[in-house]
């Protein structure tokens, strides 16, 4: 009896073996850390260069960087998981610490009539957006996904709605590298034509940040025309962030109606998905004026390195294989949605 007790008592595999449960939990973690790894290895080279030349994005050096390694060579299967995450559920945390950097006061310090040439170039880019689409016989998650992406914010705006309406893969990565395209092409565009129409830099400010598709990019372009125009931009950008959570709401009660006919099959979309949720407790917070200066800087590295992260994992899904394969069809949408979002804010700048 002594010497079974001892037996067992001394046992290796009772002293040094995990539980099942923990070694499953365990594992499945692990799982994410190579795609992650790899993600954050990104983000720190596309920061690093955004060190050296300010005038670059590093979201932008991300994303051109993902696609130019997952085209440059075969990527381990053992790096999908944690792409996966980075590029959605990090992403979803970044956006929603995207609303510590915005003040419901400075936005409305714009007047009301730029307000309104906000909302008229979100309403009327995402609803004519749709409509071409229509006409192009593009499937209706790829025109949400350009839609967004080239009305309110790029693509954490392709991201977001990604997340409400549960696009395909391929969807997803073509308005992501639509984005970068003709927003990238905006940047030396919009300060040609606002020197051409002789605008000031109020109005150049109102005319860049009204037209062009990612933040960055209208930074970008705002340095070039100057530094009234570079504020005004930031600001006017920032109000069409801000049109992100409005915008998902009806996009989650859309996905819902369509959604209503497979409820057994289909997990219908929440009406507001939680990271909208945050970005809105964030913004009323950060308006409040009571967030610590200390905790807003940690907020937007934090927030710019997760993004970054994403970035890259978005565009090493991206494959050059992959965007021939989907046809003009969406090139051309986007092309079309780029000039109506311009005349859109044109249209404002010449009526304020």
Do not use: Y
Request: hydrophobic share 55%.
């Amino acid at each position: 009896m002594k010497s079974e007790l001892g037996q067992h008592v001394s046992s290796p595999e009772t002293v040094t073996s995990t539980p099942p449960a923990e070694r499953s939990r365990l594992d499945g973690i692990r799982k994410f850390v190579p795609g992650v790894a790899l993600c954050a290895a990104g983000a720190a080279v596309a920061m690093g260069i955004k060190h050296f030349i300010p005038t670059l994005s590093p979201l932008l050096i991300a994303i051109l960087a993902g696609a130019v390694l997952a085209n440059a060579v075969a990527l381990p299967s053992r790096l999908a998981p944690g792409l996966t995450f980075t590029s959605k559920k990090l992403l979803r945390v970044g956006i929603s610490l995207l609303g510590l950097q915005l003040v419901l006061g400075d936005i409305l310090n714009l007047g009301w009539g730029v307000i309104a040439m906000v909302v008229a170039i979100v309403v009327v880019g995402i609803s004519g957006t749709m409509f071409m689409g229509h006409l192009l016989g593009i499937s209706w998650t790829q025109r949400v996904l350009i839609a967004c992406g080239f009305s309110i914010c790029g693509a954490a705006a392709v991201a977001a709605a990604d997340g409400v309406v549960e696009a395909d893969e391929e969807e997803v990565l073509t308005a992501v590298a639509l984005v970068v395209i003709f927003g990238t092409l905006m940047i030396p565009t919009v300060p040609l034509l606002a020197g051409a129409l002789g605008l000031d830099g109020f109005h150049a400010g109102l005319l860049a940040g009204g037209s062009i598709h990612e933040v960055a990019q209208v930074v970008a372009a705002g340095g070039i025309i100057g530094g009234l125009a570079l504020t005004v931009a930031t600001l006017v950008k920032l109000a069409r962030v801000i049109m992100l959570a409005p915008v998902m709401v009806v996009l989650s009660v859309m996905a819902r109606k369509r959604s209503g006919g497979q409820q057994t099959q289909v997990k219908r979309p929440p009406l507001m998905p939680l990271f909208v949720v945050v970005f809105l407790v964030f913004v009323a917070f950060r308006s409040t004026g009571v967030v610590p200066a200390g905790v807003l800087s940690f907020a937007g590295s934090l927030q710019t390195a997760l993004l970054t992260a994403a970035m890259f994992g978005l565009g090493a899904g991206v494959r050059v294989a992959t965007i021939k394969k989907v046809g003009s069809k969406p090139f051309i949408l986007a092309a079309l949605s780029t000039l109506l979002v311009a005349l859109t804010a044109m249209a404002g700048v010449f009526l304020l």
